[in-house]
């Protein structure tokens, strides 16, 4: 079992628990002691988000490697997400919503994005997949976007709530949501 802390990533297997954390004199270890999400990729390696980027822990000989990104850099990193086609989703508190194809190439979409690329907002909360296979994307403050997959665009539903501000959705029927405000 992994699991993030303010000190850390730990693996527990059943009878010990090996802490994983930051370290200035060397630069395989995470970027920042702050974790704020984990999440696994289709080859079994983890996707840190930290308050410092994405470090990748790969399981099979627990190496770690900062992703140098542009876009992601030494932000701060809120939510990892693998979609049904094992796109890495990746929301930043500055920067928007980074998509990484199983290539590795990254889009990033954000405020400052073109036509295609345009996110109404900077500080994504969350990331989530629904039932149907739908990216939707929890903005601070602008409420949520849903991911049109055939033009590459987030359309943004309407507001809710006084500060508009969804932070996690979960489904619990075919198109019924239930949105943390």
Not at 11 to 31: E, M
Not at 65 to 79: A, F
Not at 115 to 136: C, E, M, T
């Amino acid at each position: 079992m992994w699991f993030g802390s303010k000190d850390g990533l730990s693996r527990f297997d059943g009878y010990q628990i090996k802490v994983f954390r930051s370290s200035s004199l060397n630069p395989n270890r995470l970027t920042s002691n702050g974790i704020q999400c984990i999440a696994e990729d289709n080859r079994n390696r983890l996707w840190v988000g930290t308050l410092e980027g994405v470090n990748i822990l790969d399981k099979r000989n627990y190496t770690i490697k900062h992703w140098d990104n542009v876009y992601t850099g030494k932000e701060q990193v809120n939510y990892i997400l693998r979609d049904n086609e094992n796109n890495m989703w990746v929301a930043t508190s500055d920067n928007g919503l980074v998509r990484v194809s199983p290539n590795g190439q990254s889009v990033c979409y954000n405020t400052r994005g073109t036509s295609g690329n345009y996110l109404p907002g900077n500080f994504v909360r969350a990331v989530y997949q629904d039932s149907r296979g739908r990216i939707w994307a929890l903005i601070q403050n602008n409420g949520i976007a849903l991911y049109n997959k055939q033009t590459h665009s987030f359309r943004l539903m309407p507001s809710m709530g006084g500060s508009n501000n969804a932070f996690r959705m979960i489904e619990d029927g075919p198109d019924h949501f239930l949105v943390c405000t």
